[in-house]
């Protein structure tokens, strides 16, 4: 039986092979996986905002997407991945309430999904696919078999990516 | 404003205050759907919850439970979020009550229920807030309320961003609804911002 590791909202996992990382209900939260296919290390983190500097506490540094990530990596290559061999694949930045007043102007979702992609470019990570927008849950789960994404969401039914 | 307020540390003085807060506004709230339905609504003493982040997708029977959200920004002197959430079956009774049908009876929602479920929110959101509102003459009030029928983890995750900005832990003031034996669980989180946590016990002199 394979090992089932959860990542919660605001926090980060690495593991090796074999292994199965899993977040449960991202809403405008962003899940990004992390992969390396020669080692099979594989990460998730979870997170809820797309930068540390606009909050004036910022200890738990998986909130972030800038800061999350950074640290997945290099918990990553601590267990061994190579850094030049690791691929991205990103869910969730959903728009979970749709507001026809003047709330409408911050859609949490589509910043964290667009922080995430920026960060992932500015550290050479390729972005092998992504499941992102809508106005739905997902749940997501990574295999460290072959680093194949499941996005499961109720009214769109699981694929994989 | 300065405080020694320490979200991390909450002690249990402030959590009874905080747990009252609750109480009244839920028992107003109750009142109004009472009235709405114009049926007998008992309701549970509410829980306090002050969560780890990670830990929020693990209320209301799994993050992957689907639920109804009814969720309302606040405004005024403090500021946050509150959530209406219903299970599928209680959203379905109730709007069953509502439309005079039979209690049990399958209905879809449609464009009509969803309206609907969203005018109850906004009706028991507003009772709650108006009641928060006298206790502590603070100016409270709400926006106009968005609803999301999805994972509950994914709804929670809302107001949890919200309070993220300035904290790695989220208060929840939680309330439940029942009515008779055919039960409407219905669950408010009254997640308000940080500084306006601290300023809810200020004005009721505690902090």
């Known amino acids: 039986m394979i090992e089932m590791i959860r990542v919660g909202m605001a926090d980060l996992k690495a593991s090796r092979h074999p292994s199965i990382l899993t977040t449960l209900g991202l809403g405008s939260c962003v899940g990004i996986t992390l992969y390396d296919p020669k080692t099979k290390i594989t990460g998730m983190v979870h997170i809820m ?3 540390s500097k606009i909050a004036s506490a910022n200890t738990n540094r998986a909130k972030f997407a800038d800061t999350g990530i950074v640290d997945l990596l290099a918990e990553m290559i ?15 930045g959903a728009q979970m309430f749709n507001f026809t007043g003047p709330t409408n102007t911050l859609n949490i979702g589509a910043r964290n999904s667009e922080a995430t992609k920026q960060v992932l470019k500015e550290l050479g990570i390729p972005i092998l696919a992504e499941d992102v927008g809508g106005s739905y849950g997902r749940t997501i789960e990574i295999s460290s078999e072959n680093g194949r994404l499941m996005v499961k969401t109720i009214g769109y039914g699981v694929k994989y990516i | 404003m300065k405080s020694d307020i320490d979200l991390n540390n909450i002690n249990s003085f402030h959590l009874d205050v905080l747990k009252e807060i609750g109480n009244i506004g839920a028992g107003n709230a109750a009142t109004a759907l009472a009235k709405l339905l114009n049926k007998r609504i008992d309701m549970k003493v509410p829980q306090i919850r002050v969560m780890k982040f990670s830990e929020v997708s693990d209320v209301l029977g799994g993050a992957e439970s689907e639920v109804v959200g009814i969720l309302l920004g606040v405004t005024g002197d403090i500021t946050g979020n509150i959530v209406f959430v219903l299970d599928l079956l209680s959203a379905r009774r109730l709007v069953n009550i509502l439309f005079g049908k039979h209690i049990d009876e399958e209905t879809e929602f449609g464009s009509l229920e969803t309206s ?92």
């Open chain 1, 49 to 51: 905002l797309p930068c």
């Open chain 1, 78 to 92: 601590s267990l061994g991945a190579n850094r030049k061999e690791i691929v991205a694949k990103i869910a969730g």
């Open chain 2, 116 to 207: 609907a479920l969203q005018e109850v929110g906004n009706i028991l959101a507003g009772a709650y807030l108006s009641s928060l509102s006298n206790l502590t003459n603070l100016r409270i009030m709400s926006n106009i309320p968005g609803i999301a029928i999805d994972m509950a983890g994914a709804i929670l995750s809302v107001p949890a961003v919200e309070f993220g900005k300035n904290s790695d832990t989220v208060l929840y003031i939680e309330n439940e609804f029942t009515y008779g034996n055919n039960s409407v669980v219905g669950d408010f989180f009254l997640v308000p911002d940080e500084a306006s946590y601290i300023r809810l016990l200020n004005a009721l002199g505690v902090a």
